[in-house]
């Protein structure tokens, strides 16, 4: 709570001294398309600029490995720094795409150089990670990256997560309530500590609804190899339909073909990490059961905070879920991650064409755990014990961990996670999970 409030006294002190930075000549950055702001704004507030100084100048740069156009993270993270910018006059926004490794030092020397940059963060852990070679060269800098498997923190290198997992557990009740075939199919990327857990808040939604419905559900995982390779993405989600007779797919990888999959053959398709539908215009909800979407701006907002506060010793680890949110320029309140289906938000976002085929308990339930999470009085990885299906990821490094046994279970219901093994030692499938080879 202390927190919070201090967060919220800088965050006030900020966007009064706003409108004095505002009215400074600015550098255009480079930027993407711009979003197309929310139709209902609220009036803004003025406040004397002669209540505070100047703000300090932020240049924020991300380092994308791919493409923003097209995709789900990157489009994301994208838009997270476009409401920064319209809330903070002092923000600016700068960027590159398809960053490798090899890349990220340089191209943050360049941007810090030339640029002004004080801000830096890659957009992946493989490729972000290496930013934590320059962090003591620029001590003036707040450098960072997400967190993948790997929670290697500097006094200026930040680490950084959203707790999607709550809404991909949401999501698995839904998806869990519209099967027929009682299979549901994931196409996955490769197993990594990310997707690993990420899948768990899924399947246990799907289980969730399985107990409350008294069906069995089956859940099968295949995967790619890759984040992004539509070929692959598209043949394994056929595959699944077909062979396997799921009639729900959904995906831990970034293209829409699985999407499209699921429109040919009509089964029904639950999205991540943005509204596919109403952003992206992957399909429709006639295809698209729910999506969510996640708001890095939430984080991005307190590392900004935070660096104008001129905090030498900055968080280090950000993993904040629903209870966490952020006041966008036209006052619309925002958790870090929510459902979201065709503009639509929260239980509004199921499609109105899936919406008749989910039992009335299932609404309830959704809208109860919602809720919860919203307070922060209710977390899908602490109800429930974690039983490992004996597949998974054997680890190296920094210490070497074997994938648990069939059968194990990891942590006890009511117990809760530790936010470091979650991040990086959340290395096998939960029971129920079937992974095809």
Not at 259 to 287: N, R, Y
Request: glycine share 6%; hydrophobic share 45%; charged share 20%.
């Amino acid at each position: 709570m202390k927190q919070m409030k201090i967060y919220i006294l800088l965050a006030t002190l900020l966007i009064a001294s706003m409108m004095l930075a505002s009215c400074a000549p600015a550098t255009t950055p480079t930027q993407a398309p711009a979003t197309q702001a929310p139709a209902t704004q609220a009036p803004a507030t003025q406040v004397p600029a002669t209540q505070a100084p100047a703000a300090t100048p932020v240049v924020f740069a991300i380092e994308h490995f791919g493409v923003i156009a097209g995709s789900t993270w990157g489009g994301a993270q994208d838009r997270a720094l476009k409401r920064i910018e319209a809330k903070y006059p002092n923000v600016k926004y700068i960027f590159r795409e398809n960053v490798a490794p090899d890349q990220s030092d340089p191209f943050a020397e360049d941007m810090i150089a030339n640029d002004k940059a004080n801000i830096v963060i890659g957009s992946a852990e493989f490729m972000g990670l290496p930013l934590k070679d320059i962090a003591a060269k620029y001590p003036d800098v707040y450098f960072g990256t997400v967190v993948a498997s790997d929670l290697t923190t500097m006094p200026n290198f930040i680490r950084f997560f959203p707790r999607q997992d709550q809404a991909l557990y949401l999501e698995g009740l839904i998806a869990g309530a519209l099967t027929k075939t009682n299979v549901i199919g994931i196409v996955s990327a490769y197993p990594n500590i990310q997707v690993l857990h990420r899948q768990a808040g899924f399947v246990l939604g799907v289980q969730d609804a399985g107990k409350l419905l008294n069906k069995d559900i089956k859940v099968y995982t295949k995967y790619v190899g890759s984040w992004y390779s539509p070929p692959d993405e598209k043949s394994i989600a056929e595959t699944l339909v077909d062979t396997y007779k799921a009639d729900v797919l959904t995906v831990q990888t970034d293209s829409s073909a699985a999407v499209d999959v699921a429109k040919a053959k009509g089964v029904w398709f639950v999205g991540k990490d943005m509204d596919i539908v109403g952003e992206l215009h992957w399909g429709d909800t006639k295809t698209v059961a729910v999506s969510f979407d996640t708001r890095w701006e939430v984080i991005f907002e307190k590392m900004i905070l935070e660096y104008v506060a001129g905090n030498k010793k900055p968080t280090t680890v950000y993993y904040p879920g629903m209870e966490t949110t952020m006041t966008l320029a036209d006052g619309t309140v925002e958790p870090t991650v929510d459902l979201m289906n065709d503009g639509k938000v929260g239980l509004d976002a199921i499609s109105p064409a899936a919406l008749p085929s989910i039992p009335q308990p299932i609404l309830d339930l959704l809208k109860q755990r919602r809720d919860q999470m919203m307070a922060g009085t209710w977390d899908p990885f602490t109800d429930h014990a974690f039983i490992s299906a004996g597949t998974g990821l054997e680890l190296t490094t920094p210490t070497k961990i074997s994938i648990p046994a069939a059968g194990t279970e990891v942590k006890a219901a009511g117990v809760v996670p530790t936010t470091e093994f979650l991040l990086t030692q959340f290395n096998f499938d939960l029971q129920g999970t079937t992974v095809l080879k």
